[in-house]
């Protein structure tokens, strides 16, 4: 995907996937902030969120809505993830594995043949938000909470990110990016996604339709992130961050004792002990992170 624009430095013409003016240096925007705050993306993004407060007032709920938009505008970019993921942070790179380094950790295998080949997939979808394979491996994903929790599916420990770190290189796509274009194919229309700045008007296009005139906020929340029976069905806002995460991105880390493993059946499983809660809460507590065993 091209979305060439001028450098503001130079006025030299910058293909997206650039993050440094390859004439005359300048660090830029991330492709994928440029791309969000694109003005085809930011008028469509205006539309929708007009049209979806407009037909909310009309069925009554406009009340509703204020509480949602409230909601939104403090709401949080978390990530659900194992302990295995953040030890390997605390023993290992110092840096926050993503997608393709739990590839190559091996840390993520399949062997469903019904589901998609996230594999192959994932690089496909970041081509298309990032203009070229040049930065595939760039992006962190996470979700929108309004109850600082993560989705069980991905992980026994909750990460809460801090805004000042994340909010000047994150956008926000209408819900899982990968499922949606394993569904809809490559063309993304305008107003599925936005800056973080914009996030509200972004949950807001989503959810208007489905919101209630008596909801309240424990409703609101399940709305803007709901846990499905598999992690295929999860449903939520994606927060997508571009460059490497370190300790000092996080603001609140949380571990858990035990976790759902299969929901069907039930059953819990017991995270590895207390000499790995031991590393995670000491790298925590160098980086004055707040970390808590629950």
Partial sequence: MSLDEACNHCNGAIPLEYTFCPHCGIQLICPNVRLASSPEEYKAL??????????????GCSEAIKKLENELKTSKAVIGCSISKLLTMARKSGTFANYYDLMSYQFLTYTNTDEPDWAKLRPQVEIEFMGSHKNI????????????ESLPHYGECTVILNDHMIEHRSSVFIENS??????????????????????????????????????TLKDIANLIMKCGETARDDDFLEVQIFGDMTIRTFEHITLRKTFRVNQ???????RRGTASENAIKELCKKANVNCEVV
């Fill in 137 to 148: 491996d760039q992006l962190h994903y996470a979700c929108l909470s309004t109850t600082r």
């Fill in 264 to 270: 069907e059946r039930k059953r819990t499983r017991l």
């Fill in 178 to 215: 990968a499922l949606f274009f394993f569904v809809n194919g490559p063309n993304i229309p305008s107003g599925h996604r936005s800056t973080w700045v914009n996030r509200t008007k972004l949950g807001t296009v989503k959810l208007a339709d489905d919101i209630k005139e008596d909801a």
């Fill in 46 to 59: 205006e539309k929708k969120y007009k049209d979806a407060k407009y037909q909310a007032t009309q069925r």
